[in-house]
Nanobody, 115 residues
């Protein structure tokens, strides 16, 4: 069983930045595709960004140019650098580790963008 733990959420003003971290247990981290999702109140969970084992990245259109996903295999950690935040980015952010037919989710971290 892989444990996935997110951190780094909080309250930030519009235009501000946050960096989320996601630590995953186990020795196979480098083989996982890692993803960040978010779920705003009353909305479905949506995919925000992914990074593969070969470091290929993808982003949903609404965050392109503002968010950056990266990974440090030596620390079993994936990051989501979020810049130019706006109130529409307010959500619980979840991290997922997946490989083949396995997927492991974290408990989520709240991000609130408000003045």
């Amino acid at each position: 069983q892989v444990q996935v733990v997110e951190s780094g959420g909080g309250l930030v003003q519009p235009g501000g930045s946050l960096r989320l971290s996601c630590a995953a247990s186990g020795s196979m981290f480098r083989l996982y595709t890692m993803a960040w999702y978010r779920q705003a109140p009353g909305k479905q969970r949506e995919l925000v960004a992914t990074i593969t084992s070969s470091h290929t990245t993808n982003y949903t259109d609404s965050v392109k140019g503002r968010f950056t996903i990266s990974r440090d295999n030596g620390k079993n950690t994936v990051y989501l650098q979020m810049n130019s935040l706006n109130p529409e980015d307010t959500a619980v952010y979840y991290c997922k580790a997946e490989r083949l037919w396995y997927a492991y989710w974290g408990q989520g971290t709240q991000v609130t963008v408000s003045s």
